[in-house]
């Protein structure tokens, strides 16, 4: 049996709104019934204010909230059970026992002792169904022969109705256990695929940051170990040389403290990288052409810059990756490149965007494969498919290379 907590949900609210429109139900049919007695004087009575109790009673129980802490899994089968019997025992509280009668209460019973049915094939298995529409019938069959005689309910109708009952409640049941089963498993389906779907962005998340962590590394490395190294190089032959030769010293030491210079200047650009948001501060064409510009000073090349100032609005996400698909190819023409001219072109044509960054440097094979890994190519496409672009590079040896991203936007976003 399920647990509260494993409740299906909307199941209770469900039962309540059932159980409170078989009351109305019944209160009219009680106020319609006595005005026509009053009108016709007639004793013919098949329903009195005392029917009211049974779905009163438990639209009361459905309603207290405290009831389902203390009584946990036993809340929901009590409340069928209530409504069940009920409804079943309804037609012996008046004392007009005749098998016409009891035709009248047994289809009414169909009807509403379908709510307590449906909402026992919505929480629970096919075993119950046929457990609750067999102790029904049972339960029907022993009262009924108590009421008429054994004899005389053979000979009714009655027994055919109950067969009724019984095959069209194992029918209903039997449809709404395997449409809630059905609707379980797309549950669980989809449950699954949200997990793997967040596993996935996690791991993209990582290795997006282990490449910003990498290629910063790359970068401090290039910058202030080369830096480092030749300073100290340089120390070594000043201290051979500062008693022999005081001015080949102090060019040397002159030569020193430049390039200590440029690698602070560089360090301090590569981790102001580290703490900066270049895209809130400077929206995507400006922080583009802000890192252009800066890779062109540092590597010494010419560049020309093609980029709309008026974007548009789109994702945070596109955005992001724009500006990393241009900053891993601009740091790939400064240092495997040796260009003199690089293009910067940033377009947005009604549903597409598009990103080239070329230049007129060494080239390389494409196809080859120690080129994928040496020029980042493989994450460049990582982190187009990433957001559904389209990447092309387009290289040959001495002939320049040119990186090209597409990217078709709906409704201009």
Not at 22 to 47: D, M, P
Not at 218 to 247: I, K, P, Q
Not at 270 to 282: G, T, V
Not at 321 to 344: C, G, K, P, T, W
Request: hydrophobic share 45%.
């Amino acid at each position: 049996m399920k647990s509260l907590k494993d409740m299906e949900t909307g199941i209770l609210s469900t039962f309540r709104l059932f159980t409170g429109v078989q009351f109305v139900i019944t209160a009219l049919g009680v106020i319609t019934q006595e005005l026509a007695l009053f009108q016709t004087q007639s004793k013919v009575i098949t329903l009195t204010p005392i029917h009211l109790i049974e779905p009163g009673l438990v639209f009361l129980y459905l309603s207290i909230p405290n009831l389902r802490q203390s009584l946990k899994s036993f809340y929901l089968p009590i409340g069928i059970m209530a409504a069940a019997v009920g409804l079943i025992l309804e037609p012996y509280s008046i004392g007009n026992h005749t098998p016409e009668s009891f035709v009248t209460w047994l289809w009414r019973q169909i009807l509403f002792l379908g709510i307590p049915l449906y909402i026992l094939s919505w929480q629970y298995s096919i075993r119950q169904v046929i457990l609750f529409s067999g102790s029904a019938t049972i339960l029907n069959i022993v009262l009924l022969s108590f009421a008429l005689g054994l004899r005389e309910l053979i000979s009714s109708s009655l027994p055919v109705i109950l067969s009724v009952q019984l095959i069209l409640y194992l029918l209903i049941g039997y449809i709404v256990v395997g449409t809630m089963n059905t609707q379980r498993e797309q549950w669980q389906q989809l449950a699954d695929a949200n997990d793997r779907l967040a596993q996935y962005t996690s791991t993209v998340e990582q290795l997006t940051i282990s490449r910003e962590r990498n290629r910063l590394a790359r970068e401090l490395h290039d910058v202030l170990a080369h830096t480092l190294s030749g300073v100290a190089v340089e120390l070594e032959g000043l201290r051979a040389t500062m008693r022999r030769d005081s001015e080949q010293a102090t060019a040397l030491l002159d030569h020193s403290l430049r390039a200590i210079r440029e690698g602070l200047t560089e360090t301090r650009r590569a981790l102001q990288e580290l703490r900066s948001q270049p895209l809130e501060d400077l929206g995507l064409a400006l922080a583009i052409r802000t890192l252009a510009e800066g890779y062109a000073s540092r590597s010494d090349f010419q560049l020309a810059l093609d980029i709309d100032q008026e974007l548009g609005d789109f994702p945070a996400k596109i955005q992001q990756s724009l500006y990393r698909i241009a900053q891993e190819a601009l740091a790939n023409v400064a240092d495997h490149a040796q260009a003199q001219n690089v293009l910067v072109k940033l377009k947005r044509d009604r549903g597409q965007i598009q990103l080239i960054i070329g230049d007129d440097g060494c080239g390389f094979d494409p196809d080859s494969s120690e080129h994928e890994n040496h020029y980042g190519l493989l994450g460049l496409r990582e982190r187009a498919e990433m957001i559904g672009g389209e990447l092309s590079v387009e290289s040959g040896v001495g002939k320049g290379t040119q990186v090209s991203f597409r990217l078709e936007t709906v409704n201009g976003r």
